[in-house]
């Protein structure tokens, strides 16, 4: 009965991190990242990969923490 109670949290954690994923890769917020800064780079890329790398980081955190649990 612990295990499953374990398992359907992580499967939510899951979720929410998924729904957190398409929250911040919505075009109305990667558009606000789109703009010219001073020198005029965008902050685009750097806005996706830090993004991406949190993504990453936090499921890979949630798998491994699912693997210690088991």
Not at 52 to 57: K, Q
Request: proline letters at 6%; aromatic letters at 10%; hydrophobic letters at 55%.
């Amino acid at each position: 009965m612990n295990e499953s109670r374990t398992e359907a949290r992580t499967h939510a954690r899951l979720i929410a991190l998924i729904c957190l994923a398409v929250l911040m890769f919505s075009p109305p917020l990667v558009l606000i990242f789109n703009r010219p800064a001073e020198r005029g780079l965008s902050w685009l890329p750097l806005y996706l990969f830090l993004v991406w790398l949190i993504v990453i980081g936090l499921a890979a955190w949630l798998m491994e923490h699912r693997q210690e649990d088991t």
